[in-house]
């Protein structure tokens, strides 16, 4: 049932360039650029009137929606709020007819995440749900839904629903792109073709990366705290990469935006206390901004775990450790950077002895407060 590998988890991180090409499949026309969501019965009519977007979800799937907006605020135009879903229930957020609420869960039953749907429904907003288990009650009870196709995911840690979150989010983007007319057709179909190549690439780099990841682990699995670090859209990947290592390993890890450093945790830093930094040469002003925070974490004698472009000799000479990927779109690297991160949670666990698919206090499916 697992394939041949070690636990659910480890299949789920090599299913995704699988589940991301799912997820894809009769959506995306990478000659025209074009997007189809019909078969979520998604036409431009229903995003009529649209002037604010809210993404509501928990966990893995909040970070995706933080994601999203980065993605939607900068492809359509359209202002963007993310909330936790247990926040969104309780407060009395500014939604109405205007508004678009998207949904996030791949289990389609925490019960937060409903019952911030419920919440948006009543004050009138339109329910998108982005949803990975068919029939699901979330899934029934949004206006739509885009499904993702990530297929069963079996390890109480997200990883293939995550991408394929991604994937809905970025099909998304470039539809309200288009219908915007924000996003140019040159640009929509140059990142159409990306986004289709792209598990293609991830097939070739998981196996590869892979082995650098576990050795890196042989390093770092003593270590019990962890920062990590990312700016602009690799910001949610880095509390993405935080929570995974946090919860299936047990090591204390906590997710920043880089920029937040001197407002704090930078008090943090010493030897012991190893930061992961997202630093993708691409990344322009932000790639300065984050090689100036690696060389103020290096220079108070904190060890730098890179990530960024390979062949950035620059990067990986300053940093104690790199890891290098190859060149993407700003919008596709939330896709590229999680993956390793994944990888490098997962082996970390291991060494640690954790059991990675059933990790202790936490349940696959949050169906109660
Ligand atoms: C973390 C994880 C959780 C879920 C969260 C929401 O790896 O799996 O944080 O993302 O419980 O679950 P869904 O997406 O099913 O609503």
Redesign the pocket.
């Known amino acids: 049932e697992k394939g041949g590998f070690p636990h659910f988890m480890l299949k789920e991180i090599y299913e995704q360039p699988e589940a991301i090409r799912d997820t894809l499949r009769g959506r995306l026309d990478p000659e025209s650029g074009r997007v189809d969501l019909s078969d979520a019965a998604l036409s431009p009519e229903f995003f009529e009137g649209l002037r604010k977007i809210f993404f509501v979800?928990?966990?893995?799937?909040y970070h995706a929606g933080l994601v999203g907006k980065y993605l939607l605020e900068a492809l359509a135009g359209i202002p963007v709020e993310v909330d936790l879903a247990s926040e969104f229930r309780y407060r009395d957020p500014l939604v109405d007819e205007g508004t678009l609420a998207v949904v996030?869960?791949?289990?389609?039953?925490?019960a937060d995440?409903l019952a911030g749907l419920r919440l948006a429904r009543d004050k009138g907003a339109r329910v998108l749900g982005i949803v990975n288990v068919l029939g699901s009650t979330i899934a029934r009870e949004a206006h739509r839904v885009i499904y993702t196709h990530a297929g069963p995911e079996i390890g109480?840690?997200?990883t293939k629903?995550f991408t394929s979150q991604l994937t809905v989010i970025l099909l998304l983007a470039l539809y309200l792109g288009g219908l915007s007319g924000r996003l140019s057709p040159e640009r929509a179909r140059l990142l159409a073709r990306e986004l289709v190549e792209f598990p293609g690439l991830l097939q070739k780099l998981i196996p590869k990366v892979h082995p650098l990841l576990k050795e890196l682990s042989e390093h770092y699995f003593r270590q019990e705290n962890f920062l990590y670090l990312g700016r602009n859209i690799l910001f949610p990947v880095a509390l993405e990469g935080a929570?995974?290592l946090k919860?299936i390993s047990y090591i204390h890890a906590e997710g920043y935006a880089a920029g937040e450093m001197k407002h704090g945790p930078i008090a943090l830093i010493e030897e012991s206390v190893p930061t992961v930094a997202l630093a993708p040469r691409e990344s322009g002003v932000v790639y300065e901004k984050m090689v100036s925070n690696i060389e103020e974490v290096r220079s108070r004698r904190g060890p730098v775990l890179a990530f960024g472009t390979q062949g950035d000799e620059h990067l990986a000479g300053l940093s104690t450790d790199f890891v290098g990927l190859p060149p993407v779109s700003w919008e596709i690297s939330p896709l590229l950077y999680t993956v390793p991160l994944q990888l490098f949670a997962y082996e970390m666990a291991v060494r640690r002895g954790c059991d990675v698919d059933q990790p202790r206090n936490l349940a696959k499916?949050?169906t109660v407060e």
């Open positions: 979800a928990c966990g893995t799937s996030i869960s791949q289990s389609g039953e925490t995440t109480v840690a997200s629903a929570l995974k919860e499916s949050v």
